[in-house]
């Protein structure tokens, strides 16, 4: 399996031979000069450097693939399989004649729409569930101000 980026301590790097394996689908229908592009967008809304909240690097990659795989969706044309033929959520309703079909994810925040439109993006926001928590951060105690 090749990487097609330098190695860099506490970076994930991409590698299209594995990723088009775990994604075969999108992997038929996109090079890797465009899923290349597709991880260094997905560092955009996963920080991938050594001050990453996700710290070890097989869990970043994993998520940044999920980013990976949910952008090339997004980005393939609709008769290719694009913008709405990877389905997610529950049927909440069915026709037969002329077929159609709707889905409901429930209730969404703002935020989370963006990714419930595939469900590598639905995925990746539940495994990041965690990180959208408010977190404690140890420091020491304020000095009082005491005012005359």
Do not use: C, K
């Given at each position: ?39 260094a ?52 309703s ?26 590598y ?10 990180l ?17």
């Amino acid at each position: 399996m090749s990487e097609t980026t330098t190695t860099q301590p506490g970076v994930a790097t991409f590698d299209y031979a594995t990723w088009s394996q775990l994604y075969p689908g999108l992997g038929a229908s996109t090079n890797e000069a465009q899923a290349t592009e597709y991880f260094a967008q997905a560092g955009d809304f996963l920080n991938n450097t050594p001050r990453s909240p996700v710290q070890d690097l097989v869990r970043r990659t994993r998520l940044l693939n999920l980013l990976t795989a949910h952008i090339a969706q997004l980005n393939l044309p609709t008769d290719a399989g694009g913008n709405g033929a990877g389905t997610v959520g529950r049927v909440a309703s069915a026709a037969e004649g002329s077929t159609s079909v709707s889905f409901d994810m429930g209730a969404q925040s703002g935020s989370s729409a963006w990714f419930m439109q595939t469900q590598y993006g639905a995925m990746f926001w539940q495994a990041t569930a965690y990180l959208r928590q408010m977190r404690f951060v140890p420091g020491r105690s304020p000095r009082p101000r005491i005012w005359p």
